[in-house]
Nanobody, 121 residues
């Protein structure tokens, strides 16, 4: 069974850092673009950062300047390094990816289960 599993969330004081990981497992032919989203209580899920299979990155205003997305293709893992965290960064962070399960497959959309990040003031 193909799945994305996040880890690395937790409670941190404002100004601190966290590194989230998202590992893809199962029978996977290739992993294409991957993203990090977040959803704060009472708000819609929003895109934070994206990375292509070749390593090109992009950020929304939510992630620009303080967050860094990266990936290790050998480990089927994508990371989100979050620095200078603020209380408004408190949210459940979700990993999302486009995976192909076999050669010639379509890009299939997968979500992780989410990991809670809480930033105290």
């Amino acid at each position: 069974q193909v799945q994305l599993v996040e880890s690395g969330g937790g409670l941190v004081q404002a100004g601190g850092s966290l590194r989230l990981s998202c590992a893809a497992s199962g029978s996977i032919f290739s992993i294409n673009a991957m993203d990090w989203y977040r959803q704060a209580p009472g708000k819609q899920r929003e895109l934070v950062a994206s990375i292509t299979s070749g390593g090109s990155t992009s950020y929304t205003d939510s992630g620009k300047g303080r967050f860094t997305i990266s990936r290790d293709n050998a480990k089927n893992t994508v990371y989100l390094q979050m620095n200078s965290l603020k209380p408004e960064d408190t949210a459940v962070y979700y990993c999302h990816g486009y995976l192909q399960l076999f050669r010639g497959d379509i890009n299939r959309s997968y979500w992780g289960q989410g990991t809670q990040v809480t930033v105290s003031s």
